[in-house]
C-alpha cells in the first residue's frame, strides 16, 4: 500500500484489470502513445499492445459507437472522452443504443462498457473542458453514473464499473486528478456501485455531495457537526444512506458544481421531500452553480460554489 493520487489510482485499477480479465480493451483519442490527455493511461500502450490499447480518431461518435459494438459482442470496453464537453457529440449513441440494448433485446444482450470522463472545475481550459452534466446521464434509464472523489474510491469504484454489465459513466473530477493522494491497496479490491459512504459523522445536519465539491463541503463544516455524505454513484443514489442520515439529522444541504435547475441535487431534494418530509426541521437546501454557461479560466473561481456560500447554507439550516 502506498499514498497515490487519482491519477495513478486509475492508472492501477486499469492494469490491474486487464491483468486479470482479457476481454478488456482501452479506446479513445491519444489513450495508447500518449497515455491520454492527462496521462492516465501512461504505460498500459507498452504492457497490453495495439490491440488492447487503441488509439481512435479524433470522433466522440465514433469513440462511443464502436464500444458499443465491441461490449454487444463480448468485449468490455473503457473508453475516454477526453473531457466532459466532448461527449455531447457522443449524447445520441448513449442515450438511443448503449442506454436501450438490453430493453431493445429482451435481455439477450447487454452493453458492459465504461465512459471515463474528465469533468467539472478547476484547471482553467478553454470552453467545453470544465462541463459537470451528470444530470443528464442520470435521466437514462439503462446507464449508471459514478463519481469518485477519493483515490481509494476511485481504484475500486472503476474495477467494479468495468465488471458491471451496464453501461457506466465514469467521472473523474479533473480538479482532484493530482491535488490529493490517499493510500490505496496494491492488490486488486472493488467497491459496489450504488453505495454511498459516510465520509463525516454528524447530528446538526446532512451534506450530500460528489467529487470536488464533497472536499470543498468539508472545508466548510469545520466548525459545524454535519454528517457528509459522498454520494460516489448518482445513479442509481444511495436512498438509504441518505434517508437514514436525514432522518437522524433532520437538515439536508447539497452541494454541487453543476447550475443549479436540473441538476441532480433537485432529484436528491425531491427524494428527501417525499420520504423524509415528517423529519425534516428546515427546508431542504441547495448550493450549485449559477444558470449559467460555464466562463473562461479568469472568472471560474466565481461560478464554482464558494467555501463561503457553503458556509452561509449551512448557518441558514441551522437557524430554523
Known sequence: ??????????????SQEMERDGDVVLLGEDVGRDGGVFRVTEGLLSKFGPDRVIDTPLSELGIIGAAIGMAAYGLKPVAEIQFMGFIYAGLEQVFSHASRIRSRSRGRYSVPMVIRTPYGIGIKP?????????????????????VPSTPYNAKGLLVSAIRDPDTVIFLEASRLYRSIKADVPDELYSIPLGKADIYQEGKDFTVVSWGTMLHRAAEAAEDFDCEIIDLMTLRPFDEEAVLNSVKKTGRLVIVHEAPRVGGFGAEIAAFAAEEAIGYLKAPVLRVAGPDAVIPMARLEDHYMPSRDRIRKAYETVMSY
Open 126 to 146: 478553454p470552453e467545453l473542458h470544465s462541463e459537470s452534466s451528470e444530470a443528464l446521464f442520470c435521466h437514462m434509464p439503462g446507464v449508471k453514473v459514478v
Open 1 to 14: 500500500m502506498g499514498k497515490v493520487n487519482i491519477v495513478a489510482a486509475i492508472n492501477q485499477a486499469l
